[in-house]
DNA sequence: TATGAATGAGTTTTCATTCAT
DNA sequence: AATGAATGAAAACTCATTCAT
C-alpha cells in the first residue's frame, strides 16, 4: 500500500499549490511574488515552474479544481427529482461548507476570480456563468412547476441567489459576520429561507 | 453666463477623476498606469501627482466621494417613515439608478474597492461596514415591529440583501444579464420583491 | 534714510537665500526641494526662479558671496607686513567667525561645495584653488624667510592647515567636538600652534 | 590551479562592486543611475538588486569594507609600544597608500561618505567616529606621557590632524596637488612632520 | 512682482520568467 | 527534480523648470 519510490514527486506540486492558497488568501494575488509561494511551501521558486508554467497558472489551477466540484455537485443536484428549495439548499450547503472545510480558498476565489471583471474572472466567465446558468434553469423550471412566482426573471432571481451567499462567505472574510458551526449551518437555512420565502411574514 | 475668472481651476481635476473611472472601469486599476489615466484626461503625467498624492489616493477619492452619497441616502431613508420593503426599494433604487447613471463608475467601486479584500477593500472596511450596519438596523427594526420575520439574523439578512444588489450589478458589468431601461426598472423591484416576498408562490 | 518705496522688493531675494542656507543646511541641497526653500522663505516657488536661473545657482550666490569674502581678508593679509604666523591665524580666526556667525551657511559650504568633487566642488575649482594658493605663497614666503622649514612642499602643507581648519569645522557640524565662545576662541589658537609649533614639546 | 566548480558564484558581487567604485568615482553616487553601474559591470539591471538590497546598500558596503579595514589598523597600531609620532605615521602612511593603491575608492568614500553630513556621513557617524576617538586617544596618552605638549585638547587635534591627511587626498582629488610615487611617500613624512613638529624652524 | 498650475524627463525598484547547473 | 543566479521590462513617483495670469 506504499505510494512507491516517487510518491514525493506530485507531493510538491500540492505542496506548492496550498502555499499558494494560504499566501494569495494573506497578500492577494498581485500583492505576492512568486517566491513568496515558494518560500511559504519551503521549494527553491524555480521549481513553481517546474510544475505550473506561470503565476497565473497556478492560480487558474486552484480556481479550476474547486469550481468544477462545484459544477459537478449543482449539475447532480439539477438532476435529481426533488424539489428547487432543496436543491437551492444543497447548493448552499455546498458553499459554505466549502468556505468552512478551507475558507483561505474560498477567499481566494471569491477576491480574485469570481469578482475579478478585468483579470482571471474574464478569463474563466464562461466556467463561471455555467453555474449561473445551472442555477437560472433549477428557478425556471420550478417556476414552470407553478412554485416559484413565475414573474421574477429566472436569471436575475439565480444571480441574486448566487450573490446573496457569496456576500455571506464576504461578510465572514471581512470580518463582518459571525463565523463558527452553529453560524454556518444557520446560514445554509437562513439564505435559502430568505431568498425562497422571503424575510417578510 | 460665465463660469467666473477661475472656473476652470479645479476642471483639470474633475478631469481626472473622470478619465480614471474610464480607465480603471476598462483596464482594471492594477493593469493601467498612471500614465494611462493622464493620457486619457488630456493632461501631462505630473498633473496627477498635482492633484493626487498617489495612484491609490485617485481611487480613494472615487470611492468615497460616491458612497458617502450613498451612506447619506440610507441615512435619509432610515429616517422616515415608512415601511422597511420601501426602504429597501428605496436603497436598491438608489444603487441601480447609480450604476445607470455611471456603469463605469459603479463598476470600478465594486470590482477594485467593495470586493477587494486585501487592498482598498480593508482600507475602507469601516466605511463600507456602515452602509450594512444601517441596512441591518433598518430589518432589525422590521422584525421588532412584526413585519419581518424574527428567526433571520438582521446581520446575514442585510448581507443578503446587498449581496443581491451588487451581484444584480456584477452581472451587468459582466455582460451576464441584460441591461437597458427597462432591465434596470424591473431589477429594483425584482431583488426587493425576491428578498422580501420571496421566490415562492 | 528711508529705503524708498521699492525696498522691498530686493528683500525677498534676501528672503529667499536665507531661507536657501537653512534648507540646505538641514536637509541637505540635493534632498531638499526648490519648494522647501520657497516655503521655508514663505514665498511662492515661482519666485525663486524670478530672482534666480536655478535651484544650482542660489547655492553658487552662497558660496561665492562668502568665498570672496574670505578671499578679500585672504589678500588683504598676504599685503600685510607681519609674521606668516600671524598671517595663518588671521585666516583661521576668520573662519571660526564666520562659522560661529552663520554656522549653517559655513556648512552648506563646505558640505556643498568645497568638498563635492564631482559638482560644485568642480565648478568653482578655480575660485577654491586660489584660497589655496594665497596661503601656499604665505607659507612659501616664510620658508624663503627661513622661518618655516624649507622641506616642506608649501602647497602641501596649505592643504594641511587648511583642512585642519575645515575639519574643526566639520566636526562641530558632525556634533564631534563641543561648541561654544571658549572653543571657538580657543580652535583658532589651536590649529595655528598645531600647524606651525607642532605637538610636540 | 582552478578556483573550483563554484568560483564564479560571488565572482558577480565583486564585479559590481568594482563597478560601483569607478562609476562613483567618476560620476558621482547623486548623478549616476544604477544602470551606469551594471553597464560598467558588465552585467543585468537587476542583479545589481539581487546582490543588494539598494543603490545606498552598494555604497555602504564599499565604505564599511574599507573603513572597518582602517579602524583594524589603528587599533593594532593604538596596542603597539611605540612613539606616538610612528603611531600617527603608521595611519597617515596607511591611507596614503589606501589612495594610492585605489583612488577611485578613497574619493568615494571622502566625497560621498566621511563628509556627506547629510547622508551617509550622518548614518556611518559612529563607525567614522570610532577612527576619531581612537587617534585622539593616541594624542592624549602622548600628553599625559610628556611627549606632546598638554595644551592642546586631543580631541580637536585628532581632528586637526586627521583633516590635514583627507585633504591632501582631496587636493589629488581635485588635481590641485601633484600626485606619483615620490609625492606620496613625500606627504606621508610632511603630513606628520606638520603636525607634530610644526612648521615652523 | 508674485503665484502655483502644468509639464515631462529621469530614476529607483520590483518581480515574473528563463536557464545553466 | 531542484536550485537560485541572471535577466530586463515595466511603472510609480519626484521635482526642476516653465508659463499663463
New binding site residues.
Partial sequence: MSAGP?A??????LLILQAAVRVFARQGF?????????DEA????????????????VLNTLFLERWNVMLELIREVDGEAIPAREKLAAIASFIVDSYRHDPELMKVIIVEVTRAANSFGNTHLDTIREAYDLIAGMIGQAQEQGVFKPDIDARFAAMAFYGAIEQLLTGWIFGLLPQGEEHFERAKWLVVETICGGLEE
Fill in positions: 516517487r514525493g514527486a506530485r507531493d510538491k506540486r498581485h500583492a505576492c511574488r512568486v517566491s513568496d509561494v515558494a519551503g521549494v527553491a521558486y524555480g521549481l513553481v515552474y517546474h510544475y505550473f508554467p506561470s503565476k497565473d497558472e
